[in-house]
């Protein structure tokens, strides 16, 4: 079964592509169960239900992605077949939008201290109010001329090594955990977030984790040992090595294992839906996994 658990549509403040736009992508690259995960929210989940149920052979489960720590880590949670029409994913989105807004000015000033200014009001302007996300900041800054003075965005601009995908590049070099610009937020505890998303019925399961815990990855196994149903084992982010550990230990601790692309279109243009790396050797126990999401709908 060709499957895509983690798909963001332009509700997450860096996706790009429209429910629909998504449901033809899946159409096209013959996914036959997809989820769209969108950062703590779940706006497109009606839309693409009715458009799932309307495509003969097409699967879709109800899913999130829900921002929350574990220790100091920053990381994400999908939850799958949440009840979705709660409005505490409402209060969820509203609370996650005002944390990561207040911190725009910071974020900015963070990044000027790094060798690279930025003007709030255009950078605002281009968000259309919404919160922008960091790859807007490298939107901003790579499409107007009046930036590229700074060196430190050469990397980023064609032909520079850091161009095949220089969005989500510079968001990794710049605002990801650990690097200059990043402004620390106070996310959900990852117990709260196991809460929140069992208790309203639905199964909590640990986004890339080789991404987060990348020369850690025998902590994730606390991660199930506080609530985590399952993992994301085969993905874009995770070698080969890491997908082979992480597949090792959803066996042996009988967890579910997932797999998603995180598509987000413009700001990952090399990742399709769809697309992301597996291993043969577990592709039956995949199929498993994948035949018990779909068997909680029915």
């Given at each position: ?67 929350c ?15 979705w ?15 990561y807004?207040?911190?725009v ?5 963070n ?11 255009e ?5 259309d ?9 490298a939107?901003?800054?790579l499409?107007n ?18 161009s095949?995908?220089?969005l ?39 986004a ?11 902590e ?15 993905n ?11 597949a ?20 990952k ?25 779909i068997?909680?709908?029915?």
């Amino acid at each position: 079964m060709k499957a895509d658990l983690h798909i963001h549509s332009l509700f997450s403040n860096d996706g790009e592509k429209n429910i629909s736009e998504i449901v033809s992508l899946c159409k096209t690259y013959q996914v036959e169960l997809f989820s769209i995960t969108d950062h703590n929210s779940i706006r497109g989940t009606r839309e693409a239900a009715s458009l799932a149920a309307a495509s003969p052979g097409l699967h879709f489960v109800p899913g999130i992605e829900i921002d929350c720590q574990y220790r100091g880590t920053d990381l994400h949670l999908l939850g799958y077949h949440i009840d979705w029409e709660h409005f505490d994913f409402e209060i969820l989105e509203k609370q996650v939008q005002k944390k990561y807004m207040d911190a725009v000015p910071e974020m900015a000033a963070n990044l000027a201290r790094a060798g690279i200014s930025i003007d709030l009001e255009e950078l605002m302007a281009k968000s259309d109010g919404q919160v922008p996300s960091a790859e807007l900041f490298a939107e901003v800054l790579l499409s107007n001329r009046v930036y590229h003075k700074h060196e430190k965005l050469k990397p980023y601009m064609a032909g520079g090594h850091r161009s095949d995908m220089p969005l989500i590049n510079f968001y990794l070099d710049y605002f990801a955990q650990g690097k200059p610009a990043y402004v620390p937020i106070e996310h959900l505890p990852f117990r709260e977030a196991i809460a929140l998303v069992r208790d309203h019925g639905g199964i909590p399961v640990i986004a890339h984790p080789g991404l987060n815990f990348k020369g850690r990855e025998q902590e994730v196994e606390e991660l199930l040992d506080h609530g985590a149903d399952g993992l994301e084992v085969f993905n874009n982010y995770h070698s080969e090595e890491q997908s082979h550990f992480f597949a090792g230990l959803a066996d042996r601790r009988k967890a579910l294992m997932t797999c998603g692309s995180d598509f987000h279109g413009k700001t990952k243009p090399g990742i399709r839906i769809g697309q992301y790396g597996k291993t043969a050797a577990f592709g039956e126990r995949l199929t498993d996994s994948l035949r018990q999401l779909i068997a909680v709908n029915q």
